[in-house]
């Protein structure tokens, strides 16, 4: 006589997330039909616009991609600081920041393109970096935890971005919406290849992604960030230092959200405002989360939900449903894959009554 | 200035302060309850968020506040249950789960708000007519202490009332000490066959009571309508409160009046018109938290528990 009996699983293999995933995305876009459906839309002709939106033809895939490249950053730096289990949930502030440190410098340097792109790179990183690095100094020196620090940072962020807008200061003469001048063509980030949209912005998330593939699970210092991650205490035996730990984590972590604010700014819009911006950091957690803390399956599921958002520009047009139900959809993702991650824990063994 | 007008803008200053303490009072007295029963729930917001939008479309429908009030108030409830299916029967990451409630409710607020507004004419944006304050006879004749304390909404009255009580509960209680257990040693609780989870729902149905209750100030009595992301960080500013209050209630009511003082300048210095930008003026309580959270160094009621899941093993 054999029975049924439920185990715990030590590790879920890169298959079972596979799996999960797909499982949880499925369901979600179900709960999103019905939701569509209780008002009154018709889900099938909505959700069939956001497929041919999302990937209906080259262009469209083009498109996706290109929604993606700042999702892949804001996804890396969430994963990046979740995996020294530290709880930054900055990415919203340290993407505006990013943005807005290059659009300064464009304010104040003239450079030829060949120099300008890199300068504009290299301070988005600065002002992500920035404040994100506040963060992890006021973690270790003053003790203040890292969840309320960073919220609170992603307010002060956005006022200060209305600050230098509505002031004027960053804003063109005559200008009617609350946005900033377009930045110099010099500092526009160019395309990858004739004939397509794919500015190197989308190149750089790729390799960036691959990079932090590599330094997660390569190197050393890798290998520190997973034991702080997994263990303080014992990570602390292993010579690592907890207080310069956190303040290097996020440093790295807000350099990555501020480089995605930077290839939104320079690679698509060309103009730094609050509608621009918003968004992009909270989208990076669930990327985060949904991926498992893995560089590469941040990349994936930046991918799916360039894709949605992509996606939901064209619904808005062809269905009429408003794009706003994109972050919806993200964070009902997001709760199925928590639920069914309960599911996907516990496997289903036969046993014989003989042990 | 006549020290007239001064005085004048004093006692309209402090009043506010007293009329914005309430909601962030209401859900910070909800949200210690949960942590103390050991449930780290950043959801708050969310759950403030989703009550405020449920009890504006309720009453702009019915036509009723009151059924604004009781149906932002059962919204809490869900949202928090929901929370405590998550954490306290699947065990699923608090922290994760939290801000996940987060961005579902600003995600579908924010999609459901401009569906439902399709109804409407547009630039008809439908408005409540707020609940009036309720001067207590007598009191509120007062001079300047009357104004500022006793011409307030009921809800406020209700909010400071509920430190007392929450504070006798939790401390003169067996209830209470169950519950400050929780948080501290719920294997305790367990081995004497008193069930963990039970009580945790029980607290979190409390904090959604009162963060429905938050929501519904809001959009009821505080202003006349819902505005996406109106909730502006209240819910995590009640956060920050409990961790400056050093998880008590008297701390706790301390630290909401910080807060409320700071808005309540800023509106006032608005309205006077000083020469500092509207921007950092609106930040302040944000800069403020962070400056409280860096002088703030006592954590001795921090339950250990926070935030562990409770395994029977």
């Not at chain 1, 956190?246 to 103009?271: K, N, Y």
């Not at chain 1, 909270?282 to 560089?295: D, E, K, N, T």
């Not at chain 2, 780290?40 to 604004?68: C, I, K, P, R, T």
């Not at chain 2, 294997?187 to 008193?194: E, F, N, S, V, W």
């Amino acid at each position: 006589m054999s029975q049924y009996k439920l185990s715990k699983r030590v590790e879920i293999g890169t298959a079972g997330v596979l799996l999960q995933a797909a499982v949880a995305i499925t369901m979600a876009f179900l709960a999103s039909g019905i939701l569509l459906a209780i008002l009154g839309f018709d889900p099938w002709e909505a959700l069939d616009a956001l497929r041919i939106g999302a990937m209906g033809d080259w262009e469209s895939v083009q498109g996706s991609m290109v929604h993606a490249a700042p999702l892949a950053f804001t996804g890396l730096a969430a994963s990046f600081a979740f995996r020294a289990r530290i709880w930054s949930i900055g990415q919203e502030g340290q993407f505006f920041a990013g943005a807005m440190m290059a659009y300064f410098f464009t304010t104040i340097v003239q450079l030829p393109a060949i120099l300008m792109v890199p300068l504009v790179i290299l301070a988005g990183m600065l002002g992500g970096s920035l404040i994100g690095g506040l963060c992890g100094v006021l973690k270790s020196r003053f003790d203040v935890n890292i969840i309320v620090s960073t919220v609170m940072l992603n307010y002060i962020i956005v006022y200060l971005l209305s600050y230098l807008l509505t002031s004027r200061i960053w804003m063109a003469p005559g200008e009617y919406y609350v946005q900033s001048a377009r930045v110099p063509k010099s500092s526009h980030l160019p395309d990858m290849f004739a004939n397509t949209d794919l500015h190197i912005g989308v190149g750089l998330a790729i390799l960036t992604v691959l990079a932090m593939h590599f330094v997660v699970n390569r190197t050393t210092f890798g290998f520190g960030l997973r034991a702080f991650g997994d263990n303080q205490v014992a990570a602390r035996f292993k010579g690592i230092n907890p207080k310069r730990m956190t303040v290097i984590v996020m440093l790295i972590s807000g350099a990555l959200a501020g480089l995605g604010g930077m290839v939104q700014t320079f690679g698509v819009d060309f103009r730094v405002s609050q509608t621009f911006l918003t968004g992009y950091g909270s989208a990076g957690l669930i990327i985060a989360v949904i991926a498992g803390l893995r560089p590469l399956s941040v990349g994936l599921v930046a991918l799916l939900f360039g894709g949605l958002a992509n996606g939901g520009l064209f619904m808005q047009v062809m269905a009429d449903v408003s794009s706003a139900i994109i972050s919806a959809m993200q964070a009902i993702i997001l709760m199925f894959f928590l639920i069914t991650s309960v599911l996907f824990q516990y496997r289903i063994k036969r046993v014989t009554s003989d042990d | 200035m006549t020290d007239l007008f001064q005085q004048a803008v004093l006692v309209s200053m402090f009043a506010a302060t007293i009329r914005i303490a309430a909601p962030l009072l209401l859900v910070s007295i909800g949200e210690l309850v949960v942590q103390r029963a050991g449930i780290w729930f950043l959801g708050v917001e969310g759950s403030m968020l989703m009550a405020a939008f449920v009890a504006y479309f309720s009453a702009v429908s019915s036509d009723s506040l009151y059924v604004g009030l009781l149906a932002g108030m059962a919204t809490g409830v869900v949202v928090h249950l929901s929370m405590a299916i998550a954490a306290v029967t699947l065990k699923i990451n608090q922290f994760v789960t939290g801000l996940g409630i987060n961005l579902l409710a600003s995600g579908l607020t924010l999609f459901l708000y401009r569906e439902n507004l399709r109804a409407y004419d547009s630039g008809h944006i439908p408005t409540v007519t707020p609940f009036e304050t309720v001067p207590i006879t007598g009191l509120s004749q007062l001079p300047i202490l009357g104004e500022i304390l006793f011409d307030q909404h009921l809800f406020t009255y209700f909010a400071f009332a509920m430190v007392g009580v929450v504070w006798a509960f939790l401390y003169r209680t067996r209830f209470g000490l169950e519950i400050r257990a929780l948080g501290e040693n719920p294997k305790a609780l367990d081995t004497k066959g008193l069930s963990v989870s039970r009580r945790q729902y029980s607290a979190l149905a409390f904090g959604g009571l009162m963060a429905g209750l938050a929501g519904s100030v809001l959009v009821l009595a505080l202003t006349d309508r819902f505005v996406p992301g109106m909730t502006g960080g209240r819910g995590w500013l009640a956060i920050v409160i409990i961790i400056a209050g050093n998880w008590k209630p008297l701390p706790v009511l301390a630290a909401v009046l910080v807060f409320a003082f700071l808005e309540a300048f800023q509106i006032q210095a608005q309205g006077v018109g000083v020469q500092i930008p509207y921007q950092l003026l609106l930040a302040l309580p944000y800069i403020g938290a962070i400056i409280v959270m860096m002088g703030v160094k006592v954590r001795s009621e921090q339950p250990a528990h926070l935030g562990v899941p409770y395994h029977r093993e």
